[in-house]
């Protein structure tokens, strides 16, 4: 079958080859990928600022059927469709992976870095992580199940959004967009900023319900949101953007004792100005990855349509386009870019 690789460092490490079809174990489901999104970590794999596991088979947002089960397998059924958790291996021993926190375990193999990914035409994955995607809700939308776990975790789990909160999400990529429906879903009135850039985003996000936008390099960005805010600040602010000057944004647009979450990874180490939260009183949390229970919940969201992932997808290419596509990531050219290892072009 065909695969798109991360073998080595460098760009010449990004590979499309020809590799065998993984064999299924007694526990294992073999899934026919229906397709994958091109995420921040993937980026960040195929510039290597994310480790991983060479040569290995990228690409861990994907939805699918299952194609084979394993003899030991009895919850589910050829056909059925489904999504999984990204935390394939891990020891379900230590002290995280017993509270259900399989990201941070010492011996987690994540899909995609750890252990062969979605950006194939199928793949094989313990029956223990799947999920099964509710009938009401498209394999393109379910593609969208991982990143929206994530923000799950970082909006619900991790921080707090209370209904009548001003809340800023920095950077309007498909992070900052789900992160904004989850934050809504919760009652908060959110502002989203981002740069002359990001406009389409912006108006992407106003259709998806954003109280405000702002371009920042266009609008007095503290002006505005002192004058939506009665000059106090939000109180929850987003980093989505992994960028240092999103960052400081965050803790300056951020009211005296405000919440500022880090959602979005930079890659690299970055300057954060301790003294403006500390003097602020800032709480600073983040989020990383998710849980089963990030999973349940953002299978509810999209079941009961509290959030709308589906204009989000913007392009979707088959394996063989694998460098247009990474070209396209890069140059912000698309919004969400989905692979269809299969061909399968409708949902
Ligand atoms: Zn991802
Ligand atoms: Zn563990």
């Known amino acids: 079958m065909k695969a798109l690789l991360k073998t080595k ?19 294992e489901l073999k899934v026919k990928i229906h397709a994958t999104g091109i995420c921040g970590t993937d980026m960040h794999i195929i510039h290597d600022e994310y480790s991983c ?5 990228m690409g861990h947002e994907y939805s699918g059927t299952v194609m084979e089960v394993g003899n030991k397998v009895t919850d589910y059924q050829v056909g059925d469709r489904v999504v999984s958790l990204t935390a394939a291996v891990k020891c379900e021993d230590c002290v995280y992976c017993r509270s259900g926190l399989y990201m941070l375990c010492e011996e987690r193999l994540s899909i995609g870095s750890g252990v062969n990914g979605a950006f194939a035409e199928c793949m094989v994955i313990p029956e223990k992580i799947a999920f099964k995607i509710p009938n009401n809700v498209t394999l393109d939308e379910a593609v ?3 990143p ?22 920095s950077g309007p990529g498909t992070i900052g967009l789900l992160t904004m429906q989850v934050a809504k879903a919760n009652g908060g009135n959110v502002i989203v ?13 106003s259709e998806l319900g954003a109280f405000a936008t702002i371009v920042i390099d266009e609008e007095d ?7 939506l805010t009665s000059n106090l600040g939000v109180d929850v602010a987003f980093e989505c953007a992994g960028v240092g000057p999103s960052a400081y944004n965050c803790l300056k647009l951020l009211k005296k004792t405000g919440l500022y979450v880090q959602v979005g990874l930079y890659g690299k180490k970055v300057e954060f100005d301790m003294d403006l939260a500390l003097t602020k009183e800032i709480n600073i949390t983040n989020g990383f990855a998710s849980e089963p229970t990030s999973w349940e919940r953002a299978l509810r969201l999209l079941e009961m349509k509290q959030v709308n992932v589906a204009p989000l997808i913007s392009t ?11 070209e396209m990531v890069d140059n912000k050219d698309a919004f969400k870019v989905l692979f269809v290892p299969n061909g399968e072009i409708d949902a």
């Not at 900023?193 to 996000?205: H, P």
């Not at 979707?316 to 990474?326: N, R, S, T």
């Open 144 to 146: 969208l199940t991982e």
């Open 9 to 27: 460092k460098g760009i010449n490490g990004v590979e499309l080859l020809e590799i065998e079809e993984p064999q299924v174990k007694s526990h």
């Open 221 to 227: 960005v503290h002006e505005k949101i002192s004058k």
């Open 193 to 205: 900023i981002g740069t002359s850039q990001d406009k389409e985003r912006l108006k992407l996000a």
């Open 148 to 169: 929206l776990a994530c923000m799950v975790r970082c909006v619900i789990e991790r921080g707090t959004v209370k209904a009548g909160d001003y809340v800023l999400v």
């Open 53 to 57: 596991n060479y040569p290995v088979v």
């Open 316 to 326: 979707k290419l088959p394996l063989d386009d694998w460098k247009k596509a990474i």
